[in-house]
């Protein structure tokens, strides 16, 4: 973890690196977890993008039923 420096980030004092540079160091864990681990979590966050926006488009016009159906129907 001694690569990622967000103290160095400060030095340009760029508005949008240094809020970057706080969310890696408040992140450590995670961003060590990231780069260390062969695994993805794309798969899942696509099943999850594509479950909110069935949901906005039924928003306030069906219940669980319909959406579950829509879920679940094949491809």
């Known amino acids: ?13 760029g508005v949008q690196l240094a809020a970057f540079a706080a969310g890696v160091e408040a992140d ?4 060590a ?4 681990t062969p695994w993805s979590s794309g ?4 099943k999850v993008n594509r479950l909110k926006a069935i949901k906005r ?7 669980i039923d ?5 879920v679940m ?3």
């Open 1 to 13: 973890m001694n690569q990622i420096c967000p103290s160095n980030a400060r030095v340009f004092r």
């Open 28 to 31: 450590k864990d995670a961003v």
């Open 33 to 36: 977890a990231a780069i260390s």
């Open 43 to 46: 798969q899942v966050e696509g």
């Open 57 to 63: 488009q039924m928003y306030g016009r069906a219940k």
């Open 66 to 70: 319909l959406l579950k159906a829509r």
């Open 73 to 75: 129907a094949p491809a």
